[in-house]
């Protein structure tokens, strides 16, 4: 307690009962207890008063507590809590390389980056999408090669638009593959014009033109607009003749068509027919 | 000490502090119907919140606190009723010498009385359990003296 000084002299005397005076309060009050009777009746009153009720106070704890009492208190719930479920030890592992052991490491990623990049630098180059999709010649051949093995075979369904239809078969194939063409006239080379044809191949609209010749067997005239390799051959011969199996295939081009004449392979007379044929379409 | 032996502790050192949280019971309500009922609810709250007790702060004091903090939120206000009102028969020091000072003091003396000069405490802990100041402790201090002053004034002129 503080400013007890200038306060009623009961309460510093009550300050003083409970030792609640500073020193200086104390000293000052106690000399005047001493020298004033009637603040020494005040305090004796006071702590007369005080020791009674202390007593009566102190009384009270002998006072019997109902067993109910204490029941309850003693049954009372605790505070529900968070159960932790043992788990189990996980060993710990913690990472103290020495140096020895960074320096390995080092040496390890080191070597590792270098044989990946000397791998990736090994590549000539990358693979693009012009490869993976590859060469359209190549193509465009691949599939009028699969098609006329399919078709070579028919009989009654060798071609979509007959020849008597020479007309309708012109108008419909420049229409559809965009290339101006004449259906040549081969009857010196004594090959019978059947029909025509439209399929799809590399990707483009292919006409195609069928022919017969004496022993049955089925020559095709394919063409589409004209295809640019991938590789420009500034000397590539104009006429040009692969084998595949049992299927002679030989290829030109020009102004604005790709052409390849397919036929059997055993035919030793493909290329002079397209060259003749070349001059005529 | 796990946590499940820490409230066997608490609810065993609550029932060892039973007379004394009793009488504060009855200094603060001064009504015995619901004395045993504020006590049970002062203690389940200790129990409940024992975590929440500093370590340095004594149990008994902090049981006082939560009981003051209840009866002053009118918890079992309707348990009490007026105290006020109570006919005098009803009174905690009715029929009882023990608790004859008690019912002298001035309602809001007896508590902090109880505190200072019976169980011991400073002004400044007894302001802390009562919610008030350490002024405001050591006024009440002094009205209590003097009413007791005057009881004990007036029963010896009544014997004389």
Redesign the interface.
């Known amino acids: 307690?503080e400013n007890?000084r200038h306060a009623p002299l009961?309460?510093r005397i009550?300050?003083l009962?409970?030792?609640?005076l500073s020193e200086p309060e104390r000293l000052e009050l106690e000399a005047l207890l001493g020298t004033d009777p009637q603040a020494r009746a005040l305090f004796d009153?006071?702590r007369?008063?005080?020791d009674?009720?202390?007593l009566?106070?102190?009384?009270?704890?002998?006072?019997p507590?109902?067993l109910?009492?204490?029941r309850?208190?003693?049954t009372?719930?605790?505070?529900r809590?968070a159960v932790r479920l043992p788990e189990e030890q996980r060993p710990r592992w913690t990472l103290r390389p020495s140096f020895s052991l960074v320096c390995a490491a080092s040496f390890l990623m080191f070597g590792l980056g270098t044989a990946a990049g000397y791998l990736v630098a090994g590549r000539p180059q990358m693979v693009t999408y012009a490869e993976l999709a590859g060469d359209p010649v190549r193509a465009w051949l691949d599939d009028v090669a699969s098609y006329y093995r399919l078709y070579s075979r028919q009989t009654r369904h060798l071609v979509e638009v007959p020849a008597t239809e020479s007309a309708h078969i012109v108008d419909w194939l420049m229409a559809t593959t965009g290339v101006s063409f004449r259906i040549p006239n081969l009857a010196a080379e004594k090959l019978d014009f059947v029909g025509a044809r439209l399929f799809s191949a590399g990707g483009r609209p292919v006409g195609q033109l069928v022919y017969r010749n004496s022993d049955g067997e089925v020559i095709a005239i394919s063409f589409t607009k004209l295809i640019t390799p991938n590789e420009p051959q500034t000397d590539a011969p104009p006429l040009r003749q692969t084998i595949r199996d049992d299927i002679g295939l030989v290829t030109w081009q020009g102004l604005q068509a790709s052409y390849v004449l397919t036929g059997p392979s055993s035919d030793a007379d493909l290329d002079t027919l397209a060259a003749r044929i070349a001059g005529i379409i | 000490m796990s946590d499940k032996t820490r409230q066997t502790d608490i609810r065993r050192d609550l029932v060892g502090f039973l007379p004394q949280i009793r009488r504060f019971a009855m200094a603060l309500t001064r009504h015995p119907a619901g004395i045993d009922q504020l006590v049970v609810r002062a203690c389940e709250e200790a129990v409940d919140k024992s975590h929440l007790r500093r370590e340095d702060q004594r149990l008994d004091h902090w049981v006082f606190m939560l009981m003051r903090t209840l009866w002053a939120a009118g918890a079992l206000a309707k348990d009490f009723g007026d105290t006020d009102t109570l006919p005098q028969s009803t009174r905690v020091g009715a029929g009882s010498s023990g608790h004859a000072a008690l019912d002298g003091l001035p309602f809001t003396s007896a508590p902090v009385f109880l505190l200072c000069a019976v169980e011991g405490l400073s002004y400044a802990e007894a302001a802390t359990v009562m919610g008030i100041t350490p002024d405001a402790v050591a006024v009440r201090m002094l009205l209590a003296r003097r009413e007791l002053s005057a009881q004990k004034t007036h029963a010896s002129e009544r014997r004389a």
């Open positions: 307690m007890l009961d309460m009550s300050a009962l409970d030792n609640e009153t006071l007369a008063a005080d009674e009720a202390c009566a106070f102190k009384a009270m704890l002998k006072e507590v109902s109910d009492l204490v309850s208190i003693k009372a719930t605790p505070p809590r």
